[in-house]
């Protein structure tokens, strides 16, 4: 069994509009002798000091009821303007080697990464991806990305509840290959799309799953390792 922990490494976050100060009308006439009327109000940003709870990854809005697989998982608890407010942790079980390679498929179906754009500015947003080196448990072996690779599978993004904006739209294709400790990216948003709360869910379908590929070679002996799943979320997109 292999065994991937997730590391957050962006505090940026999200908020919802309010109303706020007074509406103003004035009155003119028209040459029918129809009233036409103004109105004035100000919009400001809502507070984005608290972090966003994780949301059902179904898309429904609904809070997240768990991860059997993923019990002790809360949520990052960052708070901000661009938040990731939660990421998966996955569990591979090694199902397969032919011609030399060792595949291990994902074995949780709820994952998901949760990102929320609480600007309101429609500036757009990327979603990277940096799996780190595998280390052997017992003999502190490392297999790196000339030897071993994630492949994603099917991912799609859901908006969590109704949305505010376009869908941002996922970078990859269900083979691409990741190679362990090169970043890359998975997701993005572009200019006006991506406000609200996202759902990108991976390991869904069966049918193209979430995949550790090793070369059989590198595995000097049976163990576990373990490394980690890095997502960054940039507000440049370039």
Partial sequence: MTRWTSLIVTSLALTALVLGGSTVAQASTTPDGSQNTTAKVTLKGGDTSGSVSPQNPDGSGSAFPGDDLDPDNQGTGSTGDLTIDYASNLVFDENSYANGIITATATNHQAFVQVSDRRYTGDGWQLMLTPSVLVG???????????????LGV???????????????VTT??????????????GQADYGTGLGTWIYRLNYDTAAPTKLLVNGSAVAETQTYTGVLNWTLTDSLH
């Fill in 137 to 151: 448990q017992a003999d502190s072996t490392k297999i790196d990305g000339s030897d071993a690779s994630v492949e």
């Fill in 155 to 169: 991912t799609k993004f859901l908006a969590s509840g109704a949305t505010v904006s376009q869908y941002p739209h």
């Fill in 173 to 186: 294709t269900s083979t691409t290959r990741l190679p362990l400790g090169e970043m890359a990216k998975v």
